[in-house]
């Protein structure tokens, strides 16, 4: 039977995404503080290289950007989490074994690891350090296989062995704007596919997930993420716009830069990441589908 989404359902999914949002754009306050010690202290040292620091000293230098970071991730699984529990609900369906479904989390996260790693500039279309991945496919099938918290999980996961692996760079600037721009994607896109789980559903739910990774991403963008990583690298913001300007003439300052180039850029991601999640998930979801019961 075909489902949709109710109009309180609706009313939901905006405020908790609005919430993820807030929560996002909350985070400069605790990462200035990381940002001007940082610049304190190259300005004390002398000139000599200091080595790299462990994961754990970065985690402790940072300790209120990893606090504000921790409470995104679990906004983003409250938010799977309410919302799968009422599509199971309203469909009538009892959960897959746990033996299954962290099998294939485990497997679909080393996938999207290893795409993460794939990753590759658009010269024409953004600076160098703008690079396209396709870690949301895996990420996407594993939502539509086994609910919104899959695809939640399976995106951290992913940071989480990109940190392991390889540590930050940015101060986890970079591992957390990855993490909540592929959850504004994934999050809707699986949510509306789970109340109409049918081949226009998907479609739909991939063009809702796209919009909003869209829309998302060029507004984390302009209000946090350009003028975070200005900071972090101590890079003037206005360098920055001007890098993109070089490439698209139209850019002027942060809000075209956001317009011109991050906006075009996840309109590429979206659809592929939907196209593809749909071509593999059609050959794919019998295996995983296999132990889905219809309650009575």
């Not at 658009?122 to 899959?150: C, N």
């Not at 600037?173 to 990855?178: I, Q, R």
Request: proline share 6%; hydrophobic share 55%.
């Amino acid at each position: 039977m075909k489902t949709t989404l109710s109009k309180k359902a609706k009313n939901a999914l905006a405020v908790s995404l609005i919430l993820v949002l807030a929560l996002a754009l909350a985070i400069p306050a605790f990462g200035a503080q990381t940002e001007t010690s940082a610049v304190a202290d190259t300005a004390a040292g002398d000139s000599e290289k200091k080595p790299q620091p462990t994961l754990l000293e970065t985690v402790r230098d940072n300790a209120a950007y990893v606090a504000s970071f921790a409470g995104i991730i679990a906004a983003a699984f409250l938010v799977a989490a309410g919302f799968e529990h009422i599509a199971r609900k309203k469909n009538g369906e009892k959960p897959v074994s746990r033996a299954r479904r962290a099998a294939a989390i485990g497997v679909f996260s080393a996938l999207s690891f290893v795409l993460f790693l794939a990753e590759f500039p658009l010269p024409f279309l953004a600076p160098p350090f703008y690079k396209l991945d396709f870690s949301e496919i895996p990420a996407l099938v594993g939502a539509y296989a086994f609910g919104p918290v899959a695809g939640v999980l399976i995106e951290f996961i992913k940071i989480a062995l990109k940190l392991a692996v390889k540590g930050t760079t940015t101060a986890f600037v970079g591992d957390l704007a990855n993490f909540v721009v592929g959850c504004s994607f994934i999050l809707p896109a699986s949510i509306i596919y789970h109340f109409n789980k049918s081949k226009k559903g998907a479609w739909i739910s991939g063009a809702v997930g796209s919009l909003s990774i869209t829309l998302f991403g060029s507004l984390f963008n302009a209000l946090y993420l350009l003028p975070a990583f200005s900071a972090l690298y101590h890079m003037p913001l206005d360098a920055i716009v001007a890098m993109g300007g070089e490439i698209i003439p139209a850019i002027k300052d942060v809000p075209t830069f956001a317009l011109f180039a991050v906006a075009p850029f996840n309109l590429i991601k979206g659809p592929s990441v939907t196209l593809f999640t749909i071509l593999v998930y059609k050959k794919i979801s019998p295996i995983l589908k296999y132990g889905v019961r219809k309650g009575r």
